[in-house]
């Protein structure tokens, strides 16, 4: 893995420019870029058909300066230490760009899920929960669902741990359904967000996102809510993709059409309202006014940053542009709006969920996105405010600023113990 691919490389890379904008102490910034803490456990399961199967499975705590951990578990193939790390960095700062109280974590087992029955999968979630007892908590470590995780699997979270700690502890794990705690408005969190950012990236830039022509990289949850909710605002979807392939339509395509398409096929590929099917790098490097990267990290390097073509970037996925690539799309004055506010819809909507837990108390949907969108609107004007002040090459470094003086001023704060 290179520089330009390992996440964990790009995140402190992304520490490091910030910090030449902050009068925070080169010792300090050095913590920040490292995890407190990662467990690396080895889960062992009885299949189906009586074999046993070892899991590598990870949790890293990065920061806990401004509250307890939170952050997703993923299940995937491609999970590494690295990443688990990175992911848990980029929590952290996504957590104090909007302000909400809560440091950063990430989880996730290696496997492919589609592999495995679901009697299978909840073994092993229940299995991954037991070892992650000590560490989670209501005040401790808040997990969520990620990649290839949902509402099933953090149910098993939660009945695992009350089970085992023999109390009712909701708040313990958010992303639930809702008649196990969870909260309105939480399913359809990042892909609003990321929507929300990019309304007032066009704002700001003088334009209306109701006249922009989307491309979206990613059929999943975040994904096709985004396309839904911009094309909700007026805009028209031209192109969207999962890992199979994308599509094509001039005049646009129906989000919701192309996703009940992808439910019942499992892919976007053959959708009948396209007028062409072209390929992932293809969504990402046509010439549309947003582009929204929904997928997985990395998706848009160095050289085929050079290709993009898209005016306003909202980063749906976790780091899917990587430093160099960024660079690139900087000198070419392209608008990125970085993962760490515009996908914060999650953890915001998540954090929601924690604190009705914590009162045994229900907000109406209507609320919650009310709120969301007083958080992210506020985010993105600290952003804007820090961008100009500092003459800052991009919106990523502005969030990084703000982000990195929150943490560090929490730190400083708090004192250092011992």
Known sequence: MGTDTNPFNSLQEQIDEAAVYLDVGDDVIE???HPERVLETNLTIERDDGELERFKAFRSQFNGDRGPYKGGIRYHPGVTRDEVKALSGWMVYKCATVGIPYGGGKGGIVIDPDEYSETELERLTRAFATE????IGEDRDIPAPDVNTGQREMNWIKDTYETLEN???PG?????AIDSGGSEGRVEATGR???IAAREAFDYLGEDVSDATVAVQGYGNAGWIAAKLVAEMGATVVAAS????GVYAEDGLDPVAVKDHKRETGSVVGFEGADEEITNEDVLTLDVDLLIPAALENAIDEELAHDVKADVISEAANGPITPNGDAVLAEKDVYVIPDILANA???TVSYFEWVQNRQRFHWSEERVNDELETIIVDAFDALTDTYEENDLASFRTAAYVVAIQRV???YEQAGSFP
Do not use: N
């Open 31 to 33: 913590r920040l870029k």
């Open 132 to 135: 992650l007892r000590p560490l």
């Open 167 to 169: 109390t009712t502890a």
């Open 172 to 176: 313990v794990i958010t992303g639930k």
């Open 193 to 195: 967000s990321t929507v």
């Open 242 to 245: 999962d890992s199979s392939g």
């Open 345 to 347: 819809g999650g953890v």
């Open 408 to 410: 560090a001023d929490a």
